[in-house]
């Protein structure tokens, strides 16, 4: 990489593109060292920050359809991580429930990682990181927008098959 990659002259979107890229295969790395794709440990982590969720809910988070979400709690569920548990409000419903006995152990995938973010933010002034904190938590709520968009019916009525035949489910 150079340093007109990352100098003032990269656009925003080369740098999303660049930044969207390094947290996915980060998050794939973590995902093979615990059995797991990405994506199943993103959910896992919705799961355990959101959750219980009924399917439903935890395929609207995930922009998935609930084909791929039923493939996605049949997968973790297999490896004890989640458990399906009736719905104490409604017991016709079912809830996904992570599983916090057999939660895998992420420290030493995140340990590194940790530091190194603190050592990053350190860097910065309150300013500085007001102006961050605003940049990132605007461009979470993007990134969720355009998720539910590409999820909502398209001009065939259809939804995107999110995961669906790519081997994601």
């Known amino acids: 990489m150079s340093d007109a990659d990352t100098g003032p002259a990269a656009t925003g979107a080369e740098l999303g593109w660049r930044l969207s890229t390094a947290v996915v295969l980060f998050h794939e790395a973590v995902g093979q060292r615990l059995g797991l794709r990405a994506l199943d440990h993103r959910a896992l982590g919705l799961i355990e920050r959101e959750g219980p969720l009924t399917a439903g809910a935890l395929a609207e988070l995930t922009g998935l359809t ?3 979400v039923t493939g996605l709690v049949d997968r ?5 991580y989640v458990r399906r548990v009736p719905d104490p ?19 030493d ?6 530091r190194a973010m603190g050592d990053l933010v350190a860097k910065y002034d309150d300013t500085e990181l007001a102006a961050i904190t605003d940049y ?7 990134l969720h927008a355009q998720t539910r968009r ?20």
């Open 109 to 114: 995938a995140f340990t590194g990682l940790s």
């Open 136 to 142: 990132v938590t605007n461009t979470i709520d993007i």
């Open 89 to 107: 409000a409604d017991r016709r419903r079912v809830l996904v429930s992570a599983d916090t006995e057999a939660r895998p152990d992420l420290a």
């Open 76 to 80: 973790l569920s297999r490896l004890g």
């Open 150 to 169: 590409l999820g909502a019916p398209g001009p065939t009525g259809r939804t995107t098959p999110h995961g669906e035949g790519t081997g994601a489910d």
């Open 66 to 68: 609930p084909g791929a």
